[in-house]
């Protein structure tokens, strides 16, 4: 099982865009097992995938005596986010999840973690677990305070790993307005900031299909409407390339 974390420690970037759309991009092939993980207490990816099967709770795999009833059936599988995430603490909380989350492996195929905005033990434990991590983010004037912050955390949770690497995908600029000369701006100060090799070779641009998208809780690519053919071609290449990325286990030095 490939694990890949969306993570950026900032909310408003669009990681719940990104992610629920891998997991339904990765779920595609017939008899391929992606499980979804939202450890984002704010619970927006479990609303937006409240469709899919449902597999349980991901705070279950903080907890040594919950059962875990996620069976690898083909598709996409969610363990969605509850009230108990925001118990989660301690240290213990930590370990237990690395000591659980393996169960997972011989089940599925993929599997996509949600985070949600700060740096605490629910990121961490996506981070213990993580084979690969993709970042969206907004290109605004904080951009590069918050890219040098998840790089922080990286070698923070690589560390805590006993220095087990994990293949940084790339920041990916999301929500973008190329006609706005300020963002244009501010992505090429990011680049600059972070070097060319962290940076994702694409860009997602703002554009008002993703958000109905959103409030229909179903990807781009079964939306209608003008702009919905271009949005869809948009984001499949981002999301086939970030699987390339992945399964070629692509490392920037982070």
């Not at 983010?137 to 560390?159: G, H, N, Y």
């Not at 990807?219 to 399964?247: D, F």
Request: charged fraction near 25%; glycine fraction near 8%; aromatic fraction near 6%.
């Amino acid at each position: 099982m490939k694990t890949i974390v969306v993570s950026l420690l900032k909310g408003g970037v669009g990681k719940t865009f990104l992610a629920t759309h891998l997991a339904w991009y990765l779920a595609e092939p017939p008899e391929r097992r992606v499980a979804f993980v939202d450890l984002d207490p704010q619970g927006s990816s479990t609303r937006r995938l409240g469709g899919e099967r449902q597999g349980g709770f991901s705070a279950d795999l903080f907890d040594p005596a919950a059962a875990l009833s996620a069976d690898g059936q083909a598709g996409l599988t969610v363990l969605g986010a509850d009230p108990r995430l925001q118990m989660v603490k301690a240290a213990q909380d930590v370990r237990d999840f690395i000591g659980r989350f393996p169960a997972l492996r011989p089940h599925f195929d993929y599997c996509v973690i949600d985070t949600g905005p700060k740096w605490d033990e629910l990121t961490l434990s996506a981070m213990a677990v993580a084979d690969a991590v993709i970042a969206p983010v907004q290109v605004a004037e904080d951009s590069v305070e918050c890219a040098k912050m998840l790089l922080t955390a990286l070698r923070k949770a690589e560390a805590a790993r006993a220095g087990r690497k994990i293949a940084f995908l790339g920041l990916l600029p999301s929500m973008v307005n190329p006609f706005d000369r300020r963002e244009m701006e501010n992505a090429v100060k990011l680049a600059h900031a972070v070097g060319e090799k962290l940076m994702f070779p694409a860009f997602i641009k703002a554009r008002p299909t993703y958000k109905h998208a959103a409030e229909n809780h179903r990807p781009v690519w079964q939306e209608n409407g003008s702009g919905a053919k271009a949005a869809a071609e948009e984001i499949r290449a981002v999301l086939a390339e970030i699987e390339r990325r992945m399964t070629s286990q692509e490392v920037a030095a982070a």
